[in-house]
Structure formats: C-alpha cells, structure tokens
C-alpha cells in the first residue's frame, strides 16, 4: 500500500506541474476541451440543463472515488487504477508533438505523468495480488 501511496503522491505532483507547464506555454489543451464541449451542448435544447446534468456527472463522479478511498479494499485499488489510467491518457501530448512536429504545452509534463501512471498501475497490480492486506473499513 505504501508503494501506491508514494506513486499517488506523485501524481498530485505532476499533475500541479502539468497544469503550471501548460497556464505559462499555452492554453492549446483549453481550445480542444472547447470543442468538444460545443459537441455536447449541441446534443441539448436548453445550455442550463447540460451544464447542471454535466456538473452532476462531475460530482457523483469524485463523491464515488471518494467513497472508494473511504472503504478502502478492492475500491479503493479501483480508484487508484482508475487514476493510473488517466495518468497514462497523458501520452496524448507526446503523440500530439509527434504528429505536428513541435513542442506542444504539457508534453514534458505529460511524458513524465504517463512515467508516473505505468508506475502507480504497477504497485496497483501488485497490491492487488496481495488481498490480505486489504481490510475493508
């Protein structure tokens, strides 16, 4: 458990940088974000109800990791896997630079974030092996 506490630790890290890497480089990752909000919001009649629909998404969404954590066991190694894989959907950044032949904000950030997912993955399968030192709460 403690190999996946330090990984964790590490991604609250990477991720501050990450964020700081792309507010000083460049805002590129907002403008994609954008659209395919415009996408979602196209599926809807009235913006108000798809902004509080996807606000409530958001909510139930962290309020279940939460939750995860709390009972710890076999979710809480749900919700760190879970975290393992956005951390390694941080590759998109190298990908991106590869295909446009330039630095791209948050590609340094984001190689090192997909580095630090393989490894919080890892001590995740590895824990995961290891039931007994699981207790539920």
């Given at each position: 458990?403690?190999?996946?506490?330090?990984?964790?630790r590490a991604v609250i890290v990477i991720a501050a940088l990450h964020m700081t890497e792309q507010?000083?480089?460049g805002l590129d990752e907002l403008y994609?974000?954008?659209?395919?909000?415009?996408?979602?919001y196209a599926w809807f009649h009235d913006a108000d109800f798809?902004?509080?629909?996807?606000?409530?998404?958001?909510?139930?969404?962290?309020?279940i990791l939460i939750y995860g954590v709390l009972v710890r066991g076999r979710p809480l190694l749900w919700v760190m896997g879970f975290f393992a894989v956005i951390s390694l959907t941080e590759v998109h950044h190298l990908i991106e630079g590869i295909f446009e032949r330039?630095?791209?904000?948050?590609?340094?950030?984001?190689?090192?974030?997909?580095?630090?997912g393989v490894m919080l993955g890892r001590a995740v399968l590895r824990q995961a092996k290891q039931p007994d030192d699981l207790p539920a709460s």
């Open positions: 458990m403690l190999s996946i506490q330090r990984w964790f507010l000083i480089l994609k974000i954008r659209r395919v909000l415009a996408h979602y798809a902004t509080v629909l996807l606000v409530f998404i958001v909510v139930m969404l962290v309020l330039r630095y791209v904000p948050g590609l340094v950030t984001g190689v090192i974030w997909a580095g630090v």
